[in-house]
Nanobody, 123 residues
Framework: QVQLVESGGGVVRPGGSLKLSCVASGFDFKSATISWVRRAPGKEREFVAAINWSGGTTYHTDSVKGRFTISRDDAKNTVYLQMNSLKPEDTAVYSC????????????????WGQGTQVTVSS
């Protein structure tokens, strides 16, 4: 059974930091591209970051470049999203998604999805 379980969300003040984790099981994690996607209230899902199977290729959308960093630990079947300098507009439910093979940027390209973790940035 495929599972993606996110954790690490919470409430933080503007300028603060959070580190999200996505623990995967039930598929070949070491061959998978993993992404982070967020959905803010009243908005469409947004592709935030992705990391390929080797960790050698990463992608961060422009609005989070220099603030968010995606990484992976294959020994723990876990992908992380370090989020620094958080802004109110980063408030959203953050989900991880997985696909076998190379990096893709379309949400429809991902086969497995987690339930998400809420991030709220507010003073």
């Amino acid at each position: 059974q495929v599972q993606l379980v996110e954790s690490g969300g919470g409430v933080v003040r503007p300028g603060g930091s959070l580190k999200l984790s996505c623990v995967a099981s039930g598929f070949d994690f070491k061959s998978a591209t993993i992404s982070w996607v967020r959905r803010a209230p009243g908005k469409e899902r947004e592709f935030v970051a992705a990391i390929n199977w080797s960790g050698g290729t990463t992608y961060h959308t422009d609005s989070v470049k220099g603030r968010f960093t995606i990484s992976r630990d294959d020994a723990k079947n876990t992908v992380y999203l370090q989020m620094n300098s958080l802004k109110p507009e980063d408030t959203a439910v953050y989900s991880c998604a997985a696909r076998s093979g190379g990096m893709r940027y379309g949400l429809e390209e991902y086969d497995y999805w987690g339930q998400g973790t809420q991030v709220t940035v507010s003073s």
